[in-house]
């Protein structure tokens, strides 16, 4: 059926019948014999549609019947309705849980890629930096730069890679570490490489990061050179301390 | 025994009688809580309403009495979480109305029965009795009215609903529950052979 376009007067006719309407609004239709007519129309129409004639009996049997089939249901089949918006509850928190791991996933190996810059892995790089060469050397200059900017980043007060002898071309990127393991190995490995400064021990030895030496101003998980200064990383919570070794006194900080 | 609404005492001058929703409070707590005589009582409350709604929503007795048990079923599994933001009449011709849409739905992808709106036209011709005749022509008109619109009449007409309500039952504006109930009335006069006498009122303009 069309339905005809909004008719101002049937609006109107339609607002005094269902009480929606002003005084004034009802005296006016009231007073005009055609919306009077249409009016008496519309409450016919309204009279016929609630003449509904059902069976008491009928409807009885129809209540019966639903209360009866609803109390019938046994726990699990009202449990199984229910399973559904459960069901799509659990996947919905499912979904959250692994987007939250995929994206830890996404930073981290984004993180590990850019901190270990063309050469491949740590350990890949520490075996490598064994045999000294042109490729190895731009490489540790440029993860010395890594590490002088990170501090830079966190403190301010970090020497610069300028500072430290490395190239200004180098990138400084605080954020590219993954673990303090892998910056402690890079730093290592690159120091040790570089020449310029040493990561020591008691001997003069390559430090193992899980046995650093322990001196008063804290346990260090690593020792290096900066310059010709004696620096150590120190942990604290999830910041790393870069201390000067002499004197104790926080050189930087950053976050791995 | 049968029972209509027009045939039933009305307070208000002709208009069915709604629910008590102070009653239906106590009782919805009580159902809530799995009290099976509180839950007959609500739905019996209801009953000829729900009934009605689907008659007029779906047009013919053997889709409204599907609808109705449907819709009674979903009373009972839902009324443990009504959330008392609307009153329960209302939640209930709510959920009335949306019985009937899936009954109407799943009626359109059944293949053309007898019941439908075609056959109600048809056995007008041959319905010996007048009462019968114009209750038959006025399902059949009412079905030839958009879903859109006959729910809003229907839920104004046999619910007593005021705009606000249909709206939120139907989760429209106000403002277009009032233009499809005027459509809609419109419409239904027209079908039904009222059409709107020529404009024939005196105007202050010679």
């Known amino acids: ?256 | 025994m049968s029972s209509s609404y027009a045939a039933r005492p009305e307070p208000t001058g002709g208009a069915p009688r709604r629910p008590s929703s102070i009653d239906d409070a106590e009782l919805v707590g009580r159902a809530a809580h799995g009290e099976r005589d509180a839950l007959n009582t609500l739905l019996r409350q209801h009953q000829h309403r729900m009934y009605a709604i689907c008659l007029r929503m779906t047009g013919n007795e053997a889709d409204a009495r599907d609808a109705t048990q449907e819709a009674m079923l979903a009373v009972c599994r839902g009324v443990s979480r009504f959330d008392r933001r609307s009153s329960f009449s209302t939640w209930v011709y709510r959920v009335t109305t949306n019985a009937c849409l899936d009954e109407l739905r799943r009626r359109a992808r059944r293949p053309l029965a007898s019941g439908s709106p075609t056959d109600v036209t048809t056995r007008v011709q041959v319905a010996p009795d007048d009462a019968v005749t114009a209750r038959l022509t006025l399902d059949a008109a009412l079905a030839r009215l958009p879903v859109d619109f006959r729910a809003a009449l229907v839920l104004r007409e046999l619910c007593e609903l005021d705009y606000a309500e249909i709206a939120q039952v139907l989760r429209i504006p106000p403002g277009t529950v009032r233009s499809r109930i005027a459509r809609a009335r419109a419409a239904l006069s027209r079908d039904l052979g009222n059409r709107p006498a020529p404009d024939d009122r005196p105007t202050n303009t010679p």
Do not use: H
């Open chain 1, 1 to 256: 059926m069309n339905v005809p376009d909004d008719l101002p007067d049937d609006l109107v006719v339609s607002a005094v019948l269902d009480g929606a309407a002003t005084d004034a609004t009802r005296r006016s239709v009231a007073a005009d014999p055609v919306l009077a007519a249409r009016l008496a129309v519309f409450g016919a129409l309204r009279d016929e549609m609630r003449d509904v004639a059902a069976s008491d009996d009928l409807l009885d049997q129809l209540r019966t019947a639903a209360v009866a089939s609803f109390a019938g249901e046994p726990p699990v089949q009202r449990a199984a309705q229910r399973r559904p918006r459960l069901a799509t509850r659990q996947w919905a928190t499912r979904q959250w849980v692994a987007a939250a791991a995929a994206a830890v996933v996404l930073v981290a190996g984004i993180g590990l890629f850019t901190s270990r810059g063309p050469g491949g892995s740590s350990a890949e790089d520490a075996s490598r930096s064994s045999t000294a060469g042109p490729a190895t050397a731009a490489f540790t200059e440029r993860a010395t730069a890594d590490v002088a900017g990170t501090g830079a980043a966190g403190a301010g007060t970090l020497p610069t890679a300028k500072a430290a002898g490395v190239p200004e071309s180098a990138p400084a990127n605080l954020g590219a570490v993954a673990s303090l393991d892998a910056l402690a190995a890079t730093y290592r490995v690159q120091v040790t490489r570089n020449g310029a400064a040493k990561a020591t021990g008691a001997t003069g030895a390559t430090q193992a990061t899980g046995a650093p030496p322990t001196t008063g101003c804290g346990t260090p998980v690593a020792e290096a050179f900066l310059g010709d200064t004696l620096v150590r990383l120190e942990l604290r919570g999830d910041r790393v301390d870069v201390v000067e070794a002499a004197t104790c006194k926080l050189i930087g900080s950053f976050t791995p």
